[in-house]
């Protein structure tokens, strides 16, 4: 399983960002079996899950600094998931990476995952 995210980029504090997160390489496998997640690591700190969502995207699931602000969601028939960003704040400035776990629920845990995209910076600054 290959996960590779993408969408980040420079923005002004207010801005929106789209982070898309492409998965391949389920060759024996199904990607509706797969729970997904989002993290992010800024300079000097450690990864922390921000969203995640079940393998049937029947719910999704937010940090308190991100909720109502950033929406997640997965279309399982292109093996997308997709981390729309609104109202950004200087402190949302981080390397942005999806995750993927074989199981129906999703966790905020960075440990549950197997499967790890290559990240996308995300800063926010005037």
């Known amino acids: 399983v290959q996960l590779q995210a993408s969408g980040g980029g420079l923005v002004q504090p207010g801005g929106s960002l ?9 060759a024996f496998d199904y990607y509706d079996y797969y729970a997904i997640g989002w993290f992010r690591q800024a300079p000097g700190k450690e990864r922390e899950g921000i969203s995640c969502v079940p393998n049937s995207g029947s719910s999704t699931y937010y940090v308190d600094s991100v909720k109502g602000r950033f929406t997640i969601s997965r279309d399982n028939a292109k093996k997308l998931v997709y981390l729309q960003m609104n109202s950004l704040k200087p402190e949302d400035t981080a390397v942005y990476y999806c995750a993927a776990q074989r199981f ?3 966790s905020f845990d960075r ?16």
């Open 18 to 26: 789209r982070l898309s997160c492409a998965a391949s390489g389920f």
């Open 104 to 106: 129906s629920s999703c």
């Open 111 to 126: 440990d549950w995952y197997n499967y790890w995209g290559q990240g996308t910076q995300v800063t926010v600054s005037s």
